[in-house]
C-alpha cells in the first residue's frame, strides 16, 4: 500500500472513530448530532480527507461529487431564490470595480 493511501486511509479512520466515540459520548445535543452524524455527510467528509492527503486527487474529486449528489436537494432548496439576488449584486460589484479602478488610477 502506498505511503500517502495509507496516510489518508489512517485519518479517515482516525476521524470517524473520533466522531463516533463523541456520538456515544452524547457531547452533542441531539439536533447538533442529527447533522453532524448524517451519512450523507461521509463522502464529503471523506473527499476533503482524501483531497489534502492523497496524490491522486481523482479519489476526493468522486467522493466530493457523490457527497454533493446526496445533498443536491438541500442545496436546490437553499438556492432557490438566489436569482432574485444576482442583478443587484452584480451592479454592486461592477460599481465597486469602476470606483476601486479609479482610486487605484489616481495615485
Known sequence: M????????????LVFGILFL?????????????????????PLILGVIFLVTHRNKNIGLVLLVVGVLFRLSEIRRLTQHISDYVWPLLLILAGGVLVFGALKAKK
Open 22 to 42: 463523541i456520538r456515544q459520548l452524547h457531547i452533542f445535543p441531539n439536533n447538533i448530532a442529527d447533522i453532524i452524524f448524517n451519512l450523507k455527510n461521509y
Open 2 to 13: 502506498q505511503k500517502d493511501n495509507r496516510l489518508a486511509w489512517g485519518i479517515s479512520l
